[in-house]
């Protein structure tokens, strides 16, 4: 753990790069500082989960603004993912504090399908400028229920959910300009969500379950400036870059579950 005073700061300078480099993907950064504050800032558990939540809810604004100033919205596809992630991360949240089950399954499930998603993305030569973009496969019923399921992981882990429906929103189809802001937005309200409910959670219970706030905040300012300069420089990034650049974030996250797993 470190010292008094450099825990905040280091944890400001991460989060900053971290979401400069995801923001343009439409995730927040959460997943990859999940392992960063348990291993390097020393957050308790299961406090590192709300913590990491309220990391989502100060920094995902910056880019939310830059997005909303660049015209870029996605009412629709928005509505669909706050359908599914909102019940599901205080569903989360719940299970998290009364029922937690094994975290090994689930680094193994998670390693499972990241992996070769990230893999696909990256490898994936996509359609030659010229050419028509595929439309998406998957219907909105069926993207708020993916939705559902993402937003109950994020609940249990602290993670908003971006780096797994980014991915397959992306991989369906969907322009990395409309999934971006969607995820972002998805991610902002279902972490407020999931601090509220561990903070109610905490009243009646012993140990640490609120938020880490001084840590929390601290990453949160770093994601927030973060995110939004991530946000500015999305649009001059071709679409197969920010595929690329997606595929091997989610490698490395997968990967990191999966050495988890085995650890």
Same mark, same amino acid.
């Given at each position: 753990?470190?010292?008094?005073?450099?825990?905040?700061?280091?944890?400001?300078?991460?989060?900053?790069?971290?979401?400069?480099?995801?923001?343009?993907?439409?995730?927040?950064?959460?997943?990859?500082?999940?392992?960063?504050?348990?291993?390097?800032?020393?957050?308790?558990?299961?406090?590192?989960?709300?913590?990491?939540?309220?990391?989502?809810?100060?920094?995902?604004?910056?880019?939310?603004?830059?997005?909303?100033?660049? #015209?870029?919205?996605?009412?629709?596809?928005?509505? =669909?993912? +706050? $359908?599914? @992630?909102?019940?599901?991360?205080? *569903? /989360?949240? &719940?299970?998290?504090?009364?029922?937690?089950?094994?975290?090994?399954?689930?680094?193994?499930?998670?390693?499972?399908?990241?992996?070769?998603?990230?893999?696909?993305?990256?490898?994936?030569?996509?359609?030659?400028?010229?050419?028509?973009?595929?439309?998406?496969?998957?219907?909105?019923?069926?993207?708020?229920?993916?939705?559902?399921?993402?937003?109950?992981?994020?609940?249990?882990?602290?993670?908003?959910?971006?780096?797994?429906?980014?991915?397959?929103?992306?991989?369906? #189809?969907?322009?990395?300009?409309?999934?971006?802001? =969607?995820? +972002? $937005?998805? @991610?902002?309200?279902?972490?407020? *969500? /999931?601090? &509220?409910?561990?903070?109610?959670?905490?009243?009646?219970?012993?140990?640490?379950?609120?938020?880490?706030?001084?840590?929390?905040?601290?990453?949160?300012?770093?994601?927030?400036?973060?995110?939004?300069?991530?946000?500015?420089?999305?649009?001059?990034?071709?679409?197969?870059?920010?595929?690329?650049?997606?595929?091997?974030?989610?490698?490395?996250?997968?990967?990191?579950?999966?050495?988890?797993?085995?650890?």
């Amino acid at each position: 753990m470190l010292g008094s005073g450099w825990t905040e700061a280091v944890a400001l300078v991460a989060a900053f790069t971290i979401a400069v480099v995801t923001t343009p993907a439409g995730v927040s950064g959460a997943v990859l500082l999940l392992p960063f504050q348990v291993s390097v800032l020393g957050t308790p558990s299961p406090a590192v989960t709300p913590t990491n939540l309220l990391y989502n809810v100060i920094a995902s604004p910056g880019a939310l603004y830059r997005y909303w100033r660049q #015209g870029q919205r996605a009412g629709r596809l928005t509505t =669909a993912l +706050l $359908a599914g @992630t909102l019940p599901g991360v205080v *569903a /989360g949240s &719940v299970i998290r504090v009364e029922f937690l089950p094994g975290a090994r399954v689930f680094d193994y499930v998670v390693a499972a399908v990241l992996i070769p998603l990230g893999s696909w993305l990256v490898l994936d030569r996509g359609r030659q400028a010229a050419d028509a973009p595929p439309p998406p496969r998957l219907s909105t019923r069926v993207v708020a229920l993916i939705a559902a399921g993402v937003g109950c992981v994020g609940g249990i882990y602290g993670i908003g959910g971006g780096s797994i429906l980014a991915p397959i929103l992306i991989g369906d #189809g969907h322009p990395p300009a409309e999934v971006a802001p =969607a995820a +972002l $937005a998805s @991610t902002f309200v279902t972490s407020i *969500a /999931g601090v &509220v409910t561990f903070t109610v959670l905490s009243l009646n219970r012993h140990g640490a379950i609120a938020p880490d706030w001084s840590t929390g905040i601290a990453l949160g300012a770093g994601g927030l400036a973060g995110g939004y300069v991530g946000a500015r420089i999305q649009g001059r990034l071709p679409d197969r870059a920010i595929r690329r650049i997606l595929g091997i974030i989610v490698i490395a996250i997968g990967a990191r579950y999966l050495w988890a797993a085995l650890g």
